[in-house]
């Protein structure tokens, strides 16, 4: 601290000086702060089509989180249960959307549709 009060003594040390020196001795870390742009985004910004099939295997996960509940027992609202009864439009629009992007169908969506149609008996 001694050092500290005499370097602060120095003539011609600001406080613009000091406080320069301090954030230059600062460790530089990204900053999440809005700007004049906005905030920065890290990645490239997504393709619609990219956006849709996030947003379809999203849905699909949470009706397998909610048939994964079911099993267990719970009860499920209105809602989840309207969710749940969408899972096989949501699969199916999935492969149309992988489809038209690649040109080939995913196979490995057809079979889990096979067996997700014997568990939709209630």
Same mark, same amino acid.
């Given at each position: /601290?001694?050092?500290? !009060?005499?370097?602060?003594? *120095?003539? =011609? ?9 301090? +954030?230059?001795? %600062? @460790?530089?870390? @990204?900053?999440? +702060?809005? =700007?004049?742009?906005?905030? !920065?985004?890290?990645?490239? @910004?997504?393709? @619609?089509?990219? !956006? ?9 996960r949470q009706c397998e989180e909610l048939e994964? *509940?079911? %099993? /267990? ?6 809602? /989840? /249960?309207?969710?749940l009864r969408k899972k096989m439009f949501l ?20 079979? +889990?549709?096979?067996?997700?149609? +014997?568990?939709?008996?209630e």
């Amino acid at each position: /601290q001694l050092l500290k !009060v005499a370097a602060d003594k *120095k003539e =011609g040390m600001t406080y613009a000086k000091r406080k320069a020196m301090r +954030e230059a001795a %600062k @460790p530089k870390t @990204p900053s999440t +702060e809005f =700007g004049k742009q906005g905030m !920065v985004l890290k990645a490239a @910004p997504k393709g @619609p089509m990219e !956006v849709r099939y996030r947003a379809l295997a999203k849905k699909i996960r949470q009706c397998e989180e909610l048939e994964a *509940k079911k %099993k /267990q027992g719970a009860t499920l609202d209105k809602w /989840q /249960q309207q969710k749940l009864r969408k899972k096989m439009f949501l699969k199916a629009e999935l492969r149309a959307l992988t489809k038209e992007v690649t040109g080939e169908d995913a196979p490995e969506d057809e079979s +889990e549709d096979e067996s997700d149609d +014997e568990s939709d008996d209630e």
